[in-house]
């Protein structure tokens, strides 16, 4: 069953290569939509696809690359809307 995920990610995630971890999961799960980082020093996820594959992709998340230190992930749960094709890293929102 398709689903969407709308992620939050605290903690030290910024410059430390987590936006390209997030999109090479992602990308692995075979799971559409961004991510980015917010101005307030968290990283957030838009993401479609099957929601055990988005499960999985929220496992790694929380773990993180080895330089990252994640406190938090956040996630809303929704439909899925398909309007993404691939998953891509979006500019920052600053």
């Known amino acids: 069953m398709d689903a969407r995920a709308h992620i939050f990610v605290s903690g030290r ?3 430390v290569f987590y936006r390209g971890y997030t999109e090479r999961w992602a990308r692995s799960l075979g799971l559409s939509g961004w991510v980015r980082n917010l101005f307030d020093g968290r990283v957030e996820v838009l993401v479609e696809g099957e929601k055990t594959r988005i499960e999985e992709l929220i ?6 690359p080895s330089r990252a230190r994640v406190e938090q992930v956040g996630v809303e749960w929704g439909e899925a809307g398909g309007e993404f ?3 891509l890293v979006r ?3 600053f």
């Open 13 to 15: 995630v910024q410059g």
């Open 85 to 87: 094709e691939d998953f």
């Open 59 to 64: 496992d790694r998340l929380k773990a993180g």
């Open 91 to 93: 500019a920052t929102d």
